[in-house]
């Protein structure tokens, strides 16, 4: 069965309305806790937001797989793979560096990496990345992964 890896982004847009949860029944669906923590750093500024993205993220109930690689002020332990690929995720992240800079986008470079941890895990999950980020999708797709 084919797996979906879902991008924080998704569940902004559930949270909102403007993608229906059926749009996901019958789906295999993960996650990481990049996109749990991303969610959850919401609750200090945002606590009203931040329950409704967490609530769209439970409702969701994503399989929650550990990163395919790891970075060091980003990955939980426990939580996280030692890539055995020699620095496949620097050369990810400086990909994606890259094309931000190509797309005039301002990346604080933590959001990048944990981009890189959901992307690189797409792809070594096999699963296809579900993301509103164009810069993400593209680079998943030009290290071999799908994404749409």
Not at 67 to 90: H, L, M, N, R, Y
């Amino acid at each position: 069965m084919t797996a979906y890896m879902l991008d924080a982004m998704v569940f902004d847009r559930l949270a909102d309305g403007g993608v229906s949860f059926d749009a996901f029944r019958g789906l295999r669906l993960l996650a990481t806790h990049v996109q749990w923590d991303e969610l959850n750093a919401a609750k200090e500024k945002y606590p009203v937001r931040a329950a409704k993205l967490l609530a769209a993220f439970e409702k969701i109930d994503p399989s929650i797989d550990p990163t395919a690689s790891a970075f060091f002020d980003v990955s939980k332990w426990g939580q996280s793979s030692w890539s055995a690929e020699d620095g496949v995720e620097q050369q990810m992240l400086q990909r994606l560096t890259q094309i931000d800079a190509e797309e005039g986008k301002k990346h604080r470079p933590k959001n990048q990496r944990g981009d890189i941890l959901i992307g690189h895990t797409a792809i070594k999950n096999n699963a296809t990345l579900i993301s509103d980020d164009d810069g993400l999708r593209r680079l998943v797709s030009e290290f071999g992964g799908r994404a749409i």
